[in-house]
């Protein structure tokens, strides 16, 4: 019998809400495919299964909140038969199809619900967040969507249907919806305070001139479609992938108290949501991509994210993460790693600067590339080295489109 557990989505999680279920019972799974979505105190995330069997039991119920690590499911290995007694309440529990006669029952017997059950109610976080805003008791919603779940048309009707002045008495502090800001700073704050209290980081910087990057990057997309046009971004994280070839120490794991290099280059590229905070989902094996594939990827990647609609591998499989401020107007940036990754790589805006070079002063397109290391894997040394790497693969940026 195969355990399917909540994963751990970041660093910073440490538990998840099951919000859907994407099988039911008797579903065959295959590796890779998503099996539920989880929201965590970020956004909602796709949770793909990593084994294949057959779905034998969902335990976890839509609305419960449960730690990393929760069983969530049960799974049948090919060949393997269901056996006749798993435990008191394990036989199968069909949720997701009983689920609606349930749903039905309860909202005919009682609109006034229970509070108990009130709490595992399945509502979409749009419908939550509408109701919020206009003041809608959910309590007093009967749920129409799958499963009973209370969707954004039953919170509209249930709006427009209240009286002016009158009912909906102004929620209660417990029943409000959660504050999902306050709740991601916590998580970024609990992750970056054990990053600064665990880590030893070093910080080194170099400023990398980029006329020869941005005169190829002009030259190749006179070349190509509008939709085609490669960003800045795309090779300085190209480069990026490409330089931890030649220095492995930067790319992986601190865990159980030792580097744990990882061979695939998975870069986590830390993007800003619009209600605030910021998450790193990972644009996998970006060294072996070439330049248009890493663009579509890239675009893909920032769409999903400000849309909420991640994969769990991409947000707990990135091996090193990479910033960049230059938008923001920042001249340069030195990141706090993300645990448990051992370095982080930041880049602050492309401006002109004065640059001496062969004796005389020109005036260039200049770019300040920051390393964050563990020192208890590299050094500053290598770290030096790495950006001179990052610095030479720059000023030869056709040979970055491979």
């Known amino acids: 019998m195969i355990e399917f ?20 019972v008797g579903d065959t799974v295959k590796k890779g495919q998503v099996v539920a979505i989880v929201d965590t105190s970020k956004a909602a995330v796709d949770v793909e299964s990593w084994q294949e069997g057959t779905v ?42 009983a689920a609606p006669a349930m749903a039905a029952a309860v909202s005919a017997a009682a609109t006034a619900a229970a509070p108990v059950a009130a709490s595992r109610r399945m509502i979409s976080p749009a419908a939550r967040k509408h109701a919020e805003e206009k003041g809608v008791d959910l309590d007093r919603i009967a749920g129409t969507g799958p499963h009973g779940a209370v969707t954004l048309e039953d919170v509209e009707n249930a709006a ?13 502090p417990a029943d409000r919806a959660p504050d999902r800001t306050a709740d991601m700073r916590k998580t970024i704050a609990a992750a970056m305070s054990r990053s600064k209290r665990e880590i030893p980081h070093y910080y080194v910087a170099e400023d990398i001139p980029l006329a020869k990057a941005l005169a190829w990057l002009q030259s190749t997309n006179a070349q190509r479609s509008m939709a085609e046009r490669l960003l800045p971004a795309v ?7 490409v330089a931890l070839k030649r220095y492995p120490e930067l790319n992986g794991y601190f865990r159980d108290g030792g580097f744990v290099p990882i ?27 070439p330049l248009t594939q890493l663009m579509q990827g890239l675009t893909d990647l920032v769409k999903r994210t400000r849309a909420g609609s991640l994969r769990s591998s991409e947000m ?3 091996t090193i993460t990479v910033t960049n401020l230059g938008d923001q107007g920042s001249q340069s940036v030195f990141g706090v790693i993300t645990p448990p990754q051992v370095a982080l790589v930041g880049f602050g805006r492309v401006a002109e600067r004065p640059w001496a070079e062969d004796g005389g002063l020109k005036v260039l397109p200049v770019v300040t590339a920051s390393l964050s290391a563990d020192h208890r894997v590299s050094d500053g040394h290598r770290g030096a080295l790495f950006l001179r790497e990052l610095n030479d693969l720059l000023q030869r940026p056709e040979e970055l489109d491979r």
């Open 5 to 24: 557990k909540l994963p751990s989505l970041g660093a910073d999680m440490d538990e998840g809400t099951l919000l859907e279920w994407k099988v039911g």
């Open 316 to 318: 707990n499989e990135a």
């Open 263 to 289: 061979a695939a280059i998975h870069l986590g590229v830390a993007i800003s949501l619009r209600q605030g905070g910021l998450i790193a989902p990972a644009l996998l094996d970006a060294d072996g991509k």
């Open 56 to 97: 034998h039991q969902l335990i976890a119920e839509i609305g419960q909140k449960m730690p990393v690590g929760t069983v969530m499911a049960l799974l049948l290995q090919a060949g393997e038969t269901a056996p006749a007694e798993v435990g008191a309440g394990a036989t199968a529990k069909p949720m997701p199809k």
């Open 235 to 241: 090779l300085l994280l190209k480069a990026v992938a």
């Open 160 to 172: 427009a249907a209240k009286p002016p002045a009158a009912a909906a008495p102004a929620a209660k």
